[in-house]
Nanobody
Framework: QVQLVESGGGSVQVGGSLRLSCAVS????????WGWFRQVPGKEREGVAA???????RYADFVKGRFTISQDNAKNTLYLQMDSLKPEDTAMYYC????????????????RGQGTQVTVSS
């Protein structure tokens, strides 16, 4: 059972930066997909960024050039560096993980953390 614990959220002004961290535990073996998604109450969940089983990075169009996903395997930590933040980035951000399928990363990841709130004010 993979456990994920996010941290690093907070309030920031437009144009500011935040770095979210996700501490991973319970991960023993196998190839996983790792990612971040976000959700605003009353709206559908949005995928933000992901790392594929082969290490490739994928980003939603609305964060390309502003957000960077990375991982430190030695620290068992996944990161999301968020720069040039906009008010529309305000959301609860969740870290997620899922075993890699033969067809690639699944549309819905199996494990997720409890979330960390990001609020961007103008």
């Amino acid at each position: 059972q993979v456990q994920l614990v996010e941290s690093g959220g907070g309030s920031v002004q437009v144009g500011g930066s935040l770095r979210l961290s996700c501490a991973v535990s319970g991960y023993t073996y196998g190839t996983y997909c790792w990612g971040w998604f976000r959700q605003v109450p009353g709206k559908e969940r949005e995928g933000v960024a992901a790392i594929d089983g082969d290490g490739g990075r994928r980003y939603a169009d609305f964060v390309k050039g502003r957000f960077t996903i990375s991982q430190d395997n030695a620290k068992n930590t996944l990161y999301l560096q968020m720069d040039s933040l906009k008010p529309e980035d305000t959301a609860m951000y969740y870290c997620a993980a899922s075993p890699l399928l033969r067809t690639g990363c699944p549309a819905h990841f199996r494990y997720r953390g409890q979330g960390t709130q990001v609020t961007v004010s103008s």
